[in-house]
């Protein structure tokens, strides 16, 4: 019974260590750039290299906390997945004001996931696949599993106003409405 206890501890071990190793991947490429790939959390983003535009474009976003009190309680009925690339300039800014957003509505981070892409656009575990990812930072939201809108690139309006269209209105059209991928890869992985 002592072995049987100890094995399963083990692998239970072993399971956490394994997992904990693909949350915050950092991979660098030919030409010596280092970037986050697959799945991230904000303790990812708050390490050093990203921490440089992470932790002041989080701190310096003024939250539109009228709007945001107008759909918080919404937000918690859907689950979102967020595609980024750390290398992007636009991710570098609206994935932290996005971030404060969901810190301040109390949005369950259960419910959240963040992937970062390569250059490509496409992480180690393709979660991307079959979602149409044609520029980055992607929001999607996503209600019983089922995709309900995304906000690509940069917000129509602003993160807070895109997010209660998308939450009150069937009219939301996000920037790159109808646009399909283009599977040209480029050089830089």
Not at 2 to 17: E, P, S
Not at 44 to 54: C, L, Q
Not at 129 to 141: G, H, K, Y
Request: glycine share 4%; net charge negative.
């Amino acid at each position: 019974m002592k072995t049987l206890t100890l094995a399963l501890i083990t692998i239970f071990c072993l399971a956490l260590q394994l997992n904990s190793q693909t949350l915050n991947k950092e991979l660098t490429n030919e030409d010596q750039e280092t970037y986050l790939v697959g799945k991230v959390d904000k303790s990812g983003f708050e390490a050093k290299p990203y921490a440089e535009w992470f932790v002041t474009n989080y701190n310096d976003y003024n939250v539109d906390v009228e709007t945001l009190n107008t759909i918080k309680t919404k937000l918690k009925a859907y689950d979102i997945k967020v595609f980024m690339g750390t290398w992007c300039d636009d991710s570098q800014y609206e994935v932290p004001y996005f971030h404060k957003i969901i810190d301040l509505a109390n949005y369950p981070l259960e419910q959240l996931t963040i992937i970062a892409l390569d250059r490509n656009k496409e992480s180690p575990e393709h979660d991307e696949a079959d979602l149409n990812i044609v520029r980055v930072p992607t929001f999607i939201l996503f209600e019983d599993g089922k995709e309900v809108n995304r906000i690509i690139e940069t917000p129509v309006e602003t993160l807070e106003k895109d997010l209660q269209a998308i939450l009150t209105t069937d009219s939301y059209k996000p920037n790159y409405y109808g646009v399909k991928k283009d599977t040209e890869k480029t050089d830089k992985g």
